[in-house]
């Protein structure tokens, strides 16, 4: 138990850091692609790679980590994020960049990127009883959320700050990049510090498929491609271009950018915590749809704002219920599958994310190139999200989990 215990808080304090680090980049990583020459269209592609390239090295690195060992792949998507970090840091060549938006692991939404959240949560889940499982997922998702938010809060008001001290915008830009390079070298120490309780034990262990899955498989192929569709609509709405978005509408400085991120992020963090209770009375896939409609016409309304209090209003009025479905979607993945398919089920399924959400920055570039559809992204997000959540809903609202097919048998 006490070994149980101290793998949980491990992979709580580096969901902490790792997030704290994505939101530190994620207010000023536009910006900075933009001081150092891109424009926005190269900048489009450049995310798009960035979300194409995760998607190919987590695939690899989640299917393989129930076999060749988790706390063995988290380090080495800790070394991918110190790759990065280091790139950026000491490269304007947009080739150089794209390369290592391709190969590394970096964040331009300020959300989870990377092999870490399916590994971590298998891990999550094989230290947990089912009834506990939702719970603590939205407390991690909390963690997360918060660790974000502290991270775009100091985002803006470091960049600032440094630059009132003299440092040229671009130099105040790359001290943030090397923070970020940095998180990732402390995360390769506390993963380290993993016991062998989170890894597969032999006795679960009896999956040789080439991605990870068997008897799950067609469960997790639909998840699969509606995941893929909300994330497509999700990219078109990245925090880093919602954030350029505000600068460009209204003139919003770095600081305030991260302000508004900061209070998001915190929004969000609390919504993450709710939904494990409303699950435990509503169920888990009618959180995530209940939640997630009303969340979406709040964002579809946010460009139609004429002044920037009211947009800000009510982005933060959509950030207040967005992210019930996250833990949710998170537990009901864990919950349908077996313990020797959970690495995989969540890498397959958080890749599928990886994939559509790659496809839809380059879209957006094109769009923030030409004013008259500055406003169309929340458009098509909005849209795109609610499509995906009747799918959603007709699919999967009999396929129930154990704890919930429990509590219908009593």
Known sequence: MRRAQSDIAILFITRIIRLFAYGLISVILVLYLIHVGLDEKQIGLLLSLTLAGDAAI????????????????????????????????????????????????????????????????????????????????????????????????????????????????LESYRVLLFGYAGAGALLILLFLCLSSSVEVTKKQHSNSSPLGLHHSRPVIFRLSLLFSLDAFAGGLIIQSIVAYWFHIKFGVAEGILGSIFFGANLLAGVSALLAARIAARIGLINTMVFTHIPSNILLMLVPLMPSLPLAIGLLMMRFSISQMDVPTRQSYTMAV??????????????????????????????????????????????????????????????????????????
């Not at 950026?88 to 080739?95: D, G």
């Not at 918060?146 to 440092?167: D, I, K, N, R, V």
């Open 58 to 169: 987590s695939l690899w690195i989640t299917t393989s980590a129930d076999r060749a060992g988790r706390r063995r792949m988290l380090m080495l998507g800790a070394g991918l994020m110190i790759l990065s970090g280091g790139v950026f840091l000491a490269t304007n060549n947009p080739i150089l960049l794209m390369a290592a938006a391709i190969v590394g692991v970096i964040s331009p939404s300020g959300n989870e990127i990377g092999p870490f959240l399916s590994i971590e949560q298998a891990g999550l889940s094989q230290l947990l009883a089912d009834q506990k499982r939702t719970q603590v997922f939205a407390w991690y998702n909390l963690a997360g959320s918060f660790a974000t938010a502290t991270g775009a809060l100091a985002s803006g008001w470091l960049a600032q700050g440094l630059q009132a001290s003299g440092l040229k915008t």
């Open 337 to 410: 599958v077996a313990p020797d398919e959970r690495s995989a089920a969540s890498g397959v399924t958080t890749i599928a994310r990886s994939v559509g959400a790659s496809l839809s920055p380059a879209l957006t570039g094109l769009l923030l190139a030409n004013p008259a559809f500055l406003g169309t992204p929340f458009f098509l997000a909005g849209g795109l999200k609610i499509i995906y959540d009747l799918l959603l809903y007709r699919s999967f609202r009999i396929l129930k989990p154990p704890e919930e097919m429990q509590i219908s048998n009593i």
